[in-house]
């Protein structure tokens, strides 16, 4: 069994200095811990895996190709491999759980 905690991650996170961590990657999928505070830009480009994003805290607005929608705490969403997307408006530090299927890179 792996298991993590939130609040560790989060210091590793930050300890390393950037705004992702990866801190799982198996054979079909990778997840990691994505950190955008607040007023700050996203610069994610399409990915080439399907992902999904578990709003662990903060408040933002999310556009998925031509669909935008506002996200916090305990939003779940699912963007298809090679769509764009970005979180923006971002009102509240944003903490931003992402699985990559299969795995990122």
């Known amino acids: 069994m792996k298991a993590f905690r939130l609040d560790e991650l989060e210091a590793e996170r ?3 200095d950037g705004a992702y961590l990866q801190f799982l990657r198996e054979r ?3 997840v990691g811990l994505y950190a955008l505070d607040a007023g700050e830009l996203d610069p994610q480009k399409p990915h080439g895996q ?3 994003y ?3 805290s ?3 607005s999310i556009t998925v190709g ?3 929608t506002q996200v916090g705490r305990g939003s779940v969403v699912y963007v298809p491999a ?3 997307h970005k979180f923006h408006h971002i009102t509240e530090d944003l903490r931003v759980m992402v699985v ?3 795995p990122e890179g």
């Open 14 to 16: 930050a300890a390393n």
């Open 28 to 30: 079909n999928m990778s």
């Open 50 to 52: 399907d992902e999904v």
């Open 54 to 56: 578990l709003v662990v």
């Open 58 to 60: 903060g408040r933002a």
């Open 66 to 68: 031509m669909e935008t």
């Open 82 to 84: 090679g769509t764009a």
């Open 100 to 102: 990559f299927s299969p």
